[in-house]
Nanobody, 126 residues
Framework: QVQLVESGGGLVQPGGSLRLSCEAS????????IGWFRQAPGKEREGVSC????????YYAGSVKGRFTISRDNAKNTAYLQMHSLKPDDTAVYYC???????????????????WGKGTRVTVSS
C-alpha cells in the first residue's frame, strides 16, 4: 500500500527538541518535494517547511525559521523535521506531504500534492 507515516511526536518541555520522521512506503520519496504542515486545535493548517526534490532547497515559515531544520535521507526513503527551542505555540499535529515542488511565497507549501500522512502530535508544555 502507498502511504506516508510520521513518527517522533510527543510531549516536550519548552526549549526542548524533537525530531519528526516521515517514512514513505509503496513509492519512492526521493523524487518528491516534501513539506511539513501543522494544525493546532481551533486553528487552520499551517505550512511549516518544505524541501525540494532537485536541489534540496529548503523553505521555512517565519515562526520556525532558525529553530527547525528539514532534511531528507534518500537511502532510507525518509524525510525529517528537526525541531529545537520548542515553544508552546508549536503544539500541534504535524503532517508530512509529498508533491511535485515546493511553493508559497510567505507560507511553505507543496505544489502538485500527491500524498499526505496521518500526522504525529507534538505537545510543548511544562
Amino acid at each position: 500500500q502507498v502511504q506516508l507515516v510520521e513518527s517522533g511526536g510527543g510531549l516536550v518541555q519548552p526549549g526542548g527538541s524533537l525530531r519528526l520522521s516521515c517514512e514513505a512506503s509503496g513509492f519512492t520519496l526521493d523524487y518528491y518535494a516534501i513539506g511539513w504542515f501543522r494544525q493546532a486545535p481551533g486553528k487552520e493548517r499551517e505550512g511549516v517547511s518544505c524541501i525540494s526534490r532537485r536541489d534540496g532547497s529548503t523553505y521555512y515559515a517565519g515562526s520556525v525559521k532558525g529553530r527547525f531544520t528539514i532534511s531528507r535521507d534518500n537511502a532510507k526513503n525518509t524525510a525529517y523535521l528537526q525541531m529545537h527551542s520548542l515553544k508552546p505555540d508549536d503544539t500541534a499535529v504535524y503532517y508530512c506531504a509529498a508533491g511535485d515542488y515546493c511553493s508559497g511565497s510567505t507560507s511553505p507549501s507543496v505544489g502538485g500534492m500527491r500524498y499526505w500522512g496521518k500526522g504525529t502530535r507534538v505537545t510543548v508544555s511544562s
